[in-house]
């Protein structure tokens, strides 16, 4: 008998599930298999309703059962790794097992701060932190919600079997967490500690390793890259699923920051460790710093001044100082643990510190970072932060990832402008020359849905273009009003920022007799459940709302975009990236703003048809995707709706709509 062939598995597997046999998600499966057998890296493009997770999924199982070599899918968020090993995985594991060599198995993998610490649980090392003094921690703890916190999570680690944060029901805030875990830096390591056999992430490690489908997050991918340390399985096969978010995700984890808070937490820790002569000069030195972001102007910054440069200088080297006078060789587990997560911050502050200090020494064409303050509003104050991020990951990705392993990269959404070219180039992929360059190709599946039959793409051309201010003007909320009032509510309001999706709600409220949710009200998910249940409801929200939210059905007929998402003109990394683009001859604005426009509005738009039995209007209330120069190439990357600029056939399609 000979093995059988992916199509003839996926086959099995759709039959299995009680599915139907969809094209593209025949030729996406094919197109992978290929790629694992070719070595080519593979983007696809696979619309919603395609079925994509079964397509990546068949022939990744296939494979790993075959080499009993393990296939790692990196996700974005958390609700796609919860469908794929508590549904799709299971559910897929049962039906292919009568027809390969024996049952696959999976497991799911996330970073060491994930998992409770045993070590830091029982020898007493939570420390303080930026919002919490330690004293706390302490009797009277009853008093304390973080101590109520710590007590219920020590309490818990005697019974859980995972150790795993999303285990916890009902979970805790970040800041008690952070008592009873540690970061892969932090840790003392496995054969050191004396938990080390019972330690939660080694467990979740060592069952990945064993594993033919490892489920990970990008940001652990992107550690995985970065470091110089395994955190994943050893791996030829990749599979990024919601790729359209991998370079912000590898660009957020290679971002490091300096804050007066993390500084004074260093400082407290290491009290005890060394002299006092070098406490003091880590407290000078920290104050010092934290005074000069306090009273710094909030912006990227091209160049540093001589005063900031002197207080980098002592920042990185009194951390150094006070790191080397550690002894991290205790043989008392819980001073080792102490002085381990001491030494992890300090390393972490030095070489912050050094890096920003290096980044400005190249002219400004020739530099890889970007280093910017930011001055956050922190539970009513003020919080400086001092940030500095990579220019661009693609070289990273290109010898880091793809280097390393064979990857097919996956979304409903890649192609910008029509062509898969501006993500290939921000992944990397189209780095290098000759023997170094990536072999890869692009596919586009399309989608079962037939857009231009059940959608209409409504652009407001007569609306004045939108105000400086990001609020609409009162001719777009008095559009806004008619179109909800056209379609009965059943709406997705989907705005460029919180306070225009507040301003808007409140407008209204004041104005319809159907109900209007806005972000913020209660959290999302009780908010989308809200809007699914009731058909005359109403969601209003700003961009995190664009990927998260999936309605099927009748309460979802409306999907209103108020303005073009361009990046904010003040936003440090992007528009460094368009000035570096601009200097080398390209066009920066396209490159960046435009793309990344390009991919926001694909993604809220792609809000409007999540089945093949839904019918609705995307409305986006901005001129400009009409009159604008850029605008057919914002219109080339959304789906092949019906388009129109007719206000009298857009409001008729909505009422017949809603008389169903």
């Not at 050094?354 to 890889?368: H, K, N, V």
Request: hydrophobic share 45%; proline share 5%.
């Amino acid at each position: 008998m000979t093995d059988p062939s992916v199509p003839e598995l996926l086959a099995a597997a759709v039959a299995a599930l009680g599915g139907s046999e969809r094209d593209g998600q025949v030729r996406m499966a094919e197109a992978v298999a290929q790629a694992f057998d070719t070595d080519e890296h593979l983007a696809v493009q696979a619309g919603t309703g395609t079925g994509k997770s079964l397509a990546y999924l068949v022939p990744a199982i296939a494979r790993a059962v075959a080499d009993d070599s393990p296939v790692v899918v990196s996700t974005a968020t958390i609700a796609l790794q919860r469908q794929l090993v508590d549904r799709d995985l299971p559910r897929l594991a049962d039906a292919l097992e009568p027809v390969l060599p024996r049952k696959p198995t999976f497991a799911l993998l996330k970073g060491r701060r994930n998992y409770l610490c045993l070590n830091k649980i029982h020898s007493g090392a939570a420390e303080d932190s930026d919002e919490a003094p330690q004293e706390e921690l302490f009797e009277p703890m009853a008093a304390s919600a973080l101590g109520r916190d710590v007590q219920r999570l020590t309490a818990w680690a005697e019974d859980t079997d995972t150790g795993d944060r999303d285990d916890l029901k009902p979970g805790v805030p970040e800041r008690s967490w952070s008592q009873v875990s540690v970061s892969a830096r932090e840790c003392v390591g496995a054969t050191r500690c004396q938990f080390g056999t019972d330690c939660f992430a080694e467990r979740a490690r060592a069952v990945a390793g064993q594993a033919d489908v490892v489920v990970t997050n990008h940001a652990l991918l992107a550690i995985d890259a970065i470091s110089d340390t395994a955190v994943l399985p050893e791996h030829q096969l990749l599979v990024v699923d919601e790729a359209h978010e991998l370079v912000d995700r590898v660009t957020s984890v290679a971002t490091a920051e300096l804050t007066a808070a993390a500084l004074g937490v260093a400082v407290r820790r290491v009290g005890r460790l060394v002299s006092p002569e070098l406490v003091q000069r880590l407290d000078a030195a920290s104050l010092t710093f934290g005074s000069a972001i306090h009273d710094g102007t909030p912006g990227r910054m091209d160049h540093l001044d001589d005063e900031m440069a002197i207080y980098l200088t002592a920042l990185r080297d009194a951390a150094g100082a006070v790191r080397s006078a550690i002894d991290t060789a205790p043989s008392d587990p819980k001073a080792a643990a102490a002085r381990k997560e001491s030494v992890a911050a300090l390393t972490e502050i030095a070489d912050t510190a050094a890096r920003i200090l290096t980044s400005f020494e190249p002219s400004i064409p020739e530099r890889t970072d970007v280093v910017w303050l930011s001055h956050e509003d922190h539970r009513g104050s003020v919080r400086p932060v001092l940030r500095v991020a990579p220019l661009s990951v693609a070289a990273l990705l290109h010898d880091r990832l793809f280097g390393r392993a064979t990857t097919v990269l996956t979304s409903a959404t890649l192609t910008i402008g029509g062509s898969f070219d501006a993500m290939a180039g921000a992944w990397g992929l189209t780095l290098g020359t000759g023997t170094e360059a990536a072999p890869w190709r692009g596919l586009d599946v399309g989608s079962p849905f037939e857009h231009a039959k059940a959608g209409i793409l409504y652009v407001a051309a007569h609306l004045p273009p939108p105000g400086r201010d990001g609020t609409g003007t009162a001719e777009q909320l008095d559009e806004i009003a008619g179109l909800i009032t056209a379609a009965g509510g059943r709406t997705l309001g989907l705005f460029s920022s919180m306070r225009a999706a507040r301003t808007a709600a409140e407008a209204m409220r004041e104005r319809l007799d159907t109900p209007v949710l806005c972000q913020g009200d209660d959290t999302t998910g009780a908010l989308v459940e809200q809007f699914a249940a009731a058909d005359e409801t109403s969601l209003f929200g700003t961009l995190s709302l664009w990927q998260g939210v999936d309605v099927p059905g009748p309460s979802l007929s409306l999907v209103l975009i108020d303005r073009i998402p361009f990046p904010r003109p003040d936003d440090p990394l992007l528009t460094a990236r368009q000035r570096a683009i601009s200097a080398r001859g390209g066009n920066g604005f396209m490159e960046v703003a435009a793309n990344h426009a390009a991919l926001l509005l694909a993604q809220g738009t792609g809000r409007l048809l999540r089945s093949v039995d839904d019918r609705g209007v995307v409305a986006i209330l901005d001129s400009r995707m009409a009159t604008a120069r850029y605008a057919g190439y914002l219109r080339a990357s959304l789906p092949p709706y019906w388009a129109t600029t007719d206000t009298d056939k857009v409001l008729l399609a909505l009422q017949r709509l809603r008389e169903g």
